[in-house]
């Protein structure tokens, strides 16, 4: 499905690496929690998300981070991850107050989760397909 760049400015869109399984999982995670489905997904790997990559003057060779884009703003690793916390029903806003940690401190441990996910979650040769009730969410 083919989103307008106001439709993009209206909806938070997160970007993920399809191929991974704990991607795949927080993404499901997402999904089940934001029941006005207000958050739209895209694959980094697909030809929208390496547009929207670009656009975001961040590299399409690289799939080690996630990416949030919130109100035409790029955020990703720890940040990110915290960002979207905040859009979800409680208690999950209440994972922003680790904002208040440093970003160098919030980022190390994402970076040591993000080396070793394919290693500890696994990944799949290919990109999750979306099912006909949440297709919509989901950018081409």
């Not at 993404?27 to 489905?37: E, G, N, Q, S, V």
């Not at 997904?41 to 929207?52: I, K, P």
């Not at 790029?74 to 029903?89: D, E, F, I, N, V």
Request: charged residues 25%; contains cysteine; aromatic residues 10%.
């Amino acid at each position: 499905m083919s989103q307008s760049p106001e439709e993009l400015q209206e909806k938070p869109v997160v970007l993920i690496d399809g191929v991974c399984h704990l991607c795949q999982g927080v993404t499901k995670f997402l999904i089940k929690r934001d029941k006005k489905a207000h958050l739209r997904f895209c694959s980094m790997q697909s030809a929208s998300g390496q547009r929207l990559l670009s656009q975001g003057g961040l590299s399409p060779a690289s799939f080690n981070t996630f990416v949030l884009i919130e109100e035409g703003r790029y955020y990703t690793r720890s940040t990110a991850a915290l960002r979207l916390a905040r859009l979800l029903p409680f208690p999950w806003p209440l994972f922003y107050l680790l904002i208040m940690v440093p970003r160098i401190l919030r980022d190390a441990m994402y970076n040591l989760i993000a080396r070793n996910r394919y290693r500890w979650f696994g990944k799949d040769e290919a990109c999750m397909i979306p099912t006909r009730e949440i297709r919509d969410r989901f950018l081409d």
